[in-house]
């Protein structure tokens, strides 16, 4: 059974920082391209970070999260810094495979406010 379990969401302040973590099972980790979406309210989803070998990051975001993963504890992280109230959104960890297999985590809410 496949789970994607996301943690490490909560509120901050602006200029803050939090690290997102999602912890998979089920699948071969190692194969698969691990990705950060996030969605605010009224909006459509987007892509924040993606890595496989080598990551990837939307503007917005770029220069200010990290995304790492550390394959033996089969694992994706999301090292989030000077946080601004725009980054506000659920945040939800997703696995994409060779052959096109996609899984969902149920998401994380990081809230950014004073």
């Known amino acids: 059974q496949v789970q994607l379990v996301e943690s490490g969401g909560g509120l901050v302040q602006p200029g803050g920082s939090l690290r997102l973590s999602c912890a998979a099972s089920g699948f071969t980790f190692s194969r698969y391209a691990m990705s950060w979406y996030r969605q605010a309210p009224g909006k459509e989803r987007e892509l924040a970070a993606s890595i496989t070998s080598s990551a990837n990051y939307a503007d917005s975001v770029k220069g200010r999260f990290t995304i790492s993963r550390d394959n033996a504890k089969n694992t994706v992280y999301l090292q989030m810094n000077s946080l601004k109230p725009e980054d506000t959104a659920e945040y939800y960890c997703?696995?994409?495979?060779?052959?096109?297999?996609?899984?969902w985590g149920r998401g994380t809410q990081v809230t950014v406010s004073s």
């Open positions: 997703n696995a994409r495979g060779p052959l096109g297999a996609q899984y």
